[in-house]
C-alpha cells in the first residue's frame, strides 16, 4: 500500500506487472482465436484447391482427348505428313491445292456440272407457268449469266427463287430488272455460281512480422489486427478462387473450342478425301485420251454428224500450258444460225462421250429476227500430259 501510494504521488511510477508478472490471458486468447481461424481457413483453402485441381484435371484430360481426335482424323486424311504443326491449317491448305486442280479439270471431275447438266437445272429451275425468253446466255467455267425477259416482276422473283433453290445453283443475282420499251415485258439479267511455393514463404515472412508487431500492440490495437489479417486472409482466398475459377473457364473454352475444330476437321477431311478421289478418277480419264488423239479431227466429225456444214462459221484451235505436268487444247467453235435442239444435240455428243472433254465456255445469243435460232460459241477443251511428264 505504501509503494502504491508513493508510486502515485512519485513523478516516476513503478509498475510490477512486467516479464514473467505481466498478464499474458488476453494475449493467448487472441493467439488460441487466430489459430482456430487460421486453421479452418487452410483447411478450407486446401479442400478448396483440392477440388478445382481434380476438376481441372478432368478437364485436361478431355481436353486431350478431343485434341486426340483431331489428330486422328489429320492422320486418316493424310497419312505420310510427318511434322504436324498446325492440323486444320495443313489439312486446308492441301484442300486449297486440290481445289485449284480441280477448277483446272472443269467438268472433267465426277462432281462438277458439265455445260449440258448446267442447261438441264436451268430448265427445271423455271416454273411451268411462268413464260420465259432467253435472250443470252453465257456459260464461262462456274459463272453463269443469263439475259431474258418474261411477263411480269413477280415472273422474275419466281424465276430466281427456282434458282435459288436448285442445288447446282448458288449466289444468285437479279440485276437491271425493268420494264421493255414497249411496255409488254419485264427485263432481267441474272449471274450466278454454278456447282458449300512462393505464396507460403511471403505467408510466413508476412506471420512473423504480424507476430513481432502484436508483441508491441495494446490489446484493443491487437483486436483490431486480427480483424484486418482475417480480412487479408479473406481476400487471399477469395484471388485464389478467382484464379482457379479463371483456369477453369479458360480449361472449358478449349475443349469447346477444339469440339468444334473437331467436326471441322471431320468435314475438311471429307472434303480432302472427295478431292482426292475425284483427282485420281481425271487423271484416269486422261490417260484413256491417247497421245494420237486429235480433238479438232474428233470435232470436226461430231459436228458433221449433228449440224449442217454451213451452220460452223469457224474452228479455232489453241494449246496453253495450265500445270507444270498439264497442257490444255482447246477448240473454238462458232456457230451461226443453230437452233437451241441443234446445240443440245451437240453438247450431248461432246461431253456425254467416253473421251476426257471438257466444255469450258458457252455463249448464246437470239437473233433479233429469228426469234428460234441462236449464234453460238463454244470452247471445247482437252488436258492432256505434257511430253516431258509422259516421257518414261
Known amino acids: ?28 486468447a487472441l493467439w488460441r482465436g487466430l489459430a482456430r481461424a487460421a ?4 483447411v478450407a483453402v486446401v479442400l478448396m484447391v483440392v477440388s478445382f485441381a481434380f476438376d481441372a484435371r478432368q478437364l485436361s484430360a478431355r481436353r486431350d482427348a478431343v485434341r486426340g481426335e483431331i489428330r486422328t482424323l ?8 510427318r511434322t504436324i504443326v498446325n492440323e486444320k491449317a495443313q489439312l486446308q491448305s492441301e484442300i486449297t491445292a486440290l481445289e485449284k486442280q480441280r477448277r483446272l479439270f472443269g467438268g472433267l471431275a465426277p462432281s462438277a456440272p458439265r455445260a449440258i447438266d448446267v442447261l438441264r437445272a436451268l430448265t427445271a429451275a423455271v416454273p411451268n407457268d411462268v413464260p420465259l425468253d432467253i435472250e443470252e446466255l453465257s456459260l464461262d467455267g462456274e459463272t453463269l449469266r443469263l439475259r431474258g425477259s418474261t411477263k411480269t416482276y413477280d415472273g422474275v422473283e419466281a424465276v430466281k427463287r427456282g434458282l435459288a433453290a436448285r442445288p447446282e445453283f448458288r449466289n444468285v443475282e437479279a440485276k437491271d430488272v425493268r420494264s421493255s420499251v414497249d411496255g409488254q415485258q419485264v427485263e432481267f439479267r441474272f449471274s ?16 512473423r512480422r504480424v507476430a513481432a508487431l502484436v ?75 491417247g497421245a494420237d488423239f486429235s ?65 469450258s465456255r458457252v455463249q448464246m445469243k437470239k437473233r433479233f429476227d429469228q426469234p428460234y435460232v441462236y449464234d453460238a460459241t463454244l470452247v471445247v477443251g482437252r488436258l492432256r500430259p505434257t511430253a516431258a511428264s509422259a516421257t518414261p
Open 39 to 42: 486453421v479452418l481457413a487452410a
Open 215 to 289: 508483441e508491441r500492440l495494446s490489446p484493443r490495437e491487437r483486436v483490431l489486427l486480427g480483424v484486418g489479417a482475417a480480412a487479408g486472409l479473406l481476400v487471399a482466398v477469395w484471388a485464389l478462387a478467382g484464379f482457379l475459377a479463371e483456369r477453369r473457364t479458360t480449361l472449358e473454352a478449349q475443349i469447346v473450342a477444339s469440339e468444334r475444330e473437331v467436326a471441322e476437321m471431320g468435314h475438311l477431311r471429307d472434303r480432302y478425301l472427295q478431292l482426292q478421289a475425284e483427282r485420281d478418277v481425271v487423271r484416269r480419264k486422261l490417260e484413256r485420251g
Open 1 to 28: 500500500m505504501a509503494l502504491r501510494q508513493a508510486g502515485e504521488s512519485a513523478p516516476f511510477g513503478v509498475d510490477l506487472r512486467r516479464g514473467e508478472f505481466a498478464y499474458h490471458r488476453e494475449r493467448e
Open 74 to 81: 489429320f492422320a486418316a486424311a493424310l497419312p505420310n505428313v
Open 295 to 359: 480433238l479438232f479431227s474428233h470435232l470436226e466429225g461430231v459436228t458433221r454428224d449433228t449440224l449442217s456444214r454451213d451452220r460452223v462459221a469457224a474452228m479455232n484451235p489453241s494449246t496453253r500450258t495450265v500445270a507444270e505436268d498439264l497442257q490444255e487444247e482447246d477448240v473454238e467453235m462458232r456457230l451461226s444460225g443453230v437452233s437451241l435442239r441443234d446445240l443440245v444435240a451437240l453438247l450431248y455428243r461432246v461431253e456425254k462421250s467416253d473421251l476426257p472433254l471438257l466444255v
Open 192 to 207: 450466278l455460281d454454278v456447282g458449300g511455393g512462393v505464396f507460403v514463404s511471403a505467408l510466413s515472412d508476412l506471420l
